[in-house]
């Protein structure tokens, strides 16, 4: 990982690129020589000046989208170069997080799968100030270990399905739980069978991978609130017996997305020692075909007694998430807040677009500051509404409910609605249903985000634990 220093004014340093971010050309000396590269002060536009070691790089607005993706791209370029370091006199201090989360962000590389494994070139950024004090080493500490998560979740999103199944998810959690003194707990399959987890068992029936269910819990002295996170970790979706078309198959080794992203903020909440008790709760499954696979037409009964048919093993990861909620209440009482995250629906992606995240649930004011602290942290999010006319299109004739829906339209809500038959009355007003299937993956580079796994869902769930009162 790139090495990122803060470094004060009065220390002079001698080397090195300088990342120099401009709104208007005018403000340069090197305005003629910009002008004939035909460099413009807009989003995305950069230009390495290596006679006199400086990168330009343009952006429109002092905000953090902007900030963290003008540097993403200078940085981008001076990876692309053999020089050992680069610098950026940091003005506006408000833009510390943007700087360095733009920065490693921008710097992560999946190459585990190519046979030529390019050398790990040791680089550094140094960000100076005018005066470091306790609030900027701070803010650069939490950025980094922020960065350092949502990299975590990349690298196991973009882990093939061939490498990264229940079983391995499972250790990687006990990993993370062993690095960061997280209480762990993995529960196997003869688990959701005496505990009548009917739901998530039946979807992961017909894999040669044993499911499984992952609990880790932080449980600081000074817990201020108590909070839990359940992800959908279908490490891969077939579809099962509905079996995906072939083009609609690839990529769907990121429908662990969710569950990773749990695991991303644990190790986050951890390692800042957050003072919550959090709970991350992940149902790491394989949906496969077979002759024993579950079936359109068969019901299938969750953990708290309620009948679902299945109308579609496609829709399976509304069946992992019943349990895995109806785990997290049973096991898990005063809960302040009960947030799931999970690659849901196509739906959401056909409505919201791929950068954004859907955000679901009964509280419209919880809601809101979902959405905005997801803008705050980078992210792209937007509430997306329940009614009373959506909640009747999942009424079943046989059991209590369908897995799909009767509407081909609306297809991001009614799945949210479906889970809301999951949350018990006393949580109604606690519950998040995150739909991350757009964003998770993208298979295209997009501002500081790579091609593949992005790790949504981590920066916003932090930044809205940060402003926890
Ligand atoms: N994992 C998919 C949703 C998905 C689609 C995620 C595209 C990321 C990109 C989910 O399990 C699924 O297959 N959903 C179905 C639901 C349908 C059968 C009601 C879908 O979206 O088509
Ligand atoms: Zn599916
Ligand atoms: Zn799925």
């Not at 909620?325 to 302040?336: G, N, P, R």
């Not at 196509?346 to 959405?371: F, S």
């Amino acid at each position: 990982m790139l090495k990122i220093n803060l470094v004060d004014k009065e220390k002079k340093l001698k080397s090195g690129l300088e990342i120099i971010i401009l709104d208007d050309l005018n403000n340069t000396k090197d305005k003629k020589v910009l002008k004939t590269l035909n460099f413009e002060a807009k989003d995305e536009c950069c230009e390495l000046l290596l006679q006199s070691s400086k990168i330009y790089v343009g952006c429109e607005a002092n905000d953090y989208d902007s900030i963290a993706i003008a540097v993403a791209t200078a940085i981008k370029k001076f990876s692309s170069t053999t020089l050992k370091s680069a610098k950026i006199h940091l003005k506006d201090t408000k833009n510390l997080k943007a700087v360095v989360e733009g920065a490693l962000l921008a710097d992560y590389k999946f190459t585990n799968y190519k046979s030529e494994q390019k050398k790990i070139k040791k680089q550094e950024f140094n960000i100076v100030v005018d005066e470091i004090n306790k609030k900027l080493e701070d803010t650069l500490n939490e950025s980094i270990i922020i960065s350092e998560a949502v990299n975590k979740v990349r690298d196991m999103v973009n882990t093939t399905p061939g490498d990264f199944y229940p079983e391995i998810m499972a250790e990687t959690a006990k990993d993370i739980a062993m690095e960061t003194e997280l209480e762990c707990k993995i529960l196997d399959e003869k688990y959701l069978e005496e505990n009548s987890m009917n739901a998530m068992f039946s979807v992961g029936i017909a894999s040669v991978h044993e499911s499984k269910l992952i609990h880790l819990a932080h449980k600081p002295k000074n817990a201020k609130k108590k909070i839990v996170l359940v992800g959908k970790g279908l490490t891969y979706d077939s579809g099962g017996l509905s079996l995906k078309p072939a083009d609609f198959m690839t990529t769907m080794k990121s429908d662990k997305s969710g569950g990773c992203a749990v695991l991303g903020i644990a190790y986050a909440v951890a390692k800042l020692n957050l003072p919550i008790e959090l709970h991350a709760i992940v149902g790491a499954v394989e949906n496969m075909i077979g002759g024993n696979a579950y079936k359109p037409d068969d019901v299938l009964t969750a953990k708290n007694g309620k009948t679902i048919e299945v109308k579609n093993t496609d829709a399976e990861g509304r069946l992992v998430l019943a349990d895995c909620l109806c785990y997290a209440q049973d096991e898990i009482e005063s809960i302040d807040y009960i947030f799931d995250y999970a690659t849901l629906t196509g739906a959401c992606v056909v409505g919201v677009g791929e950068y954004t995240t859907g955000i679901m649930g009964n509280n419209q004011k919880l809601k809101q500051e979902a959405v905005k602290h997801a803008l705050a942290s980078g992210e792209y999010a937007t509430s997306l509404d329940f009614n009373r006319f959506l909640r009747k299109t999942i009424k079943s004739d046989v059991a209590d409910i369908n897995n799909i829906a009767s509407t081909r339209y609306g297809g991001a809500i009614t799945a949210g609605i479906f889970l809301d038959n999951f949350i018990k009355e006393e949580n109604k007003d606690k519950w998040i249903h995150f739909d991350i299937a757009g964003p998770a993956y993208v298979e295209k580079a997009w501002g500081y985000n790579p091609f593949g796994a992005s790790g949504a869902g981590v920066r916003m769930t932090l930044e809205f634990f940060k402003n926890l009162k």
